[in-house]
Nanobody, 125 residues
Framework: QVQLVESGGGLVQAGGSLRLSCAAS????????MGWFRQAPGKQRELVAT????????DYADSVKGRFTISRDNAKNTVYLQLNSLKSEDTAVYYC??????????????????WGQGTQVTVSS
């Protein structure tokens, strides 16, 4: 059974940093895209970042470019999201996603086969 388990969320002041982790089990994802999405209260889930299996290519939402960094450690079957210079508008539940059927669908939540349960990030101003 495939599981994605996020951790690292919490309450942080504006301007602060957090590092989210997503540990996968049940299969390896070293050849698969993985991504982070987020959902703020009353809003639709949106893309934050994606990363290729090798880690050599990434995508970011414009709203987080230059502040967030996605990375992965395939030996640990884990993907990370470093969140720096946090703003109140970054407050959301952050979800990890894995494995897309088609590369072009990596930017969309319906492109992913597997999802974690989410971790709350709250940024106080």
């Amino acid at each position: 059974q495939v599981q994605l388990v996020e951790s690292g969320g919490g309450l942080v002041q504006a301007g602060g940093s957090l590092r989210l982790s997503c540990a996968a089990s049940g299969r390896t994802f070293s050849s698969d895209y993985m991504g982070w999405f987020r959902q703020a209260p009353g809003k639709q889930r949106e893309l934050v970042a994606t990363i290729t299996g090798s880690g050599g290519s990434t995508d970011y939402a414009d709203s987080v470019k230059g502040r967030f960094t996605i990375s992965r450690d395939n030996a640990k079957n884990t993907v990370y999201l470093q969140l720096n210079s946090l703003k109140s508008e970054d407050t959301a539940v952050y979800y990890c996603a894995a494995s897309v059927r088609f590369c072009e669908r990596r930017l969309y939540e319906d492109g992913y086969r597997y999802w974690g349960q989410g971790t709350q990030v709250t940024v106080s101003s």
